[in-house]
Nanobody
């Protein structure tokens, strides 16, 4: 059974930083592309970032480029998202997923960017 558990969210001021983690179990994490997605109130699910199985290739939404960094530790079956220079519009529930459309995602972690 695929299990993904996100953590690391919280309340942060604009310009601040957070690092999200996603602990994976129940599948061969090291062989899959992994994704971070987010959903803001009243908005559709948005793909934020992706990383290939070996961690050598990454992709970012325009809204995340230059501010977010995705990484993974295959020895720990863990996915990360380092978020810097956070903006109020980054406020959302953040999910990790094995599917670029959000399938097999975790329960999410809330990120709130507010002064």
């Amino acid at each position: 059974e695929v299990r993904l558990v996100e953590s690391g969210g919280g309340l942060v001021q604009p310009g601040g930083s957070l690092t999200l983690s996603c602990a994976a179990s129940g599948f061969s994490f090291r062989y899959l592309w992994m994704y971070w997605l987010r959903q803001a109130p009243g908005k559709e699910l948005e793909r934020v970032s992706a990383i290939n199985s070996g961690g050598t290739s990454t992709e970012y939404a325009n809204s995340a480029k230059g501010r977010f960094t995705i990484s993974r530790d295959n020895a720990k079956d863990t996915l990360y998202l380092q978020m810097n220079s956070l903006k109020t519009e980054d406020t959302a529930v953040y999910y990790c997923a094995t599917n670029p459309f959000g399938g097999n995602r975790g329960q999410g972690t809330q990120v709130t960017v507010s002064a």
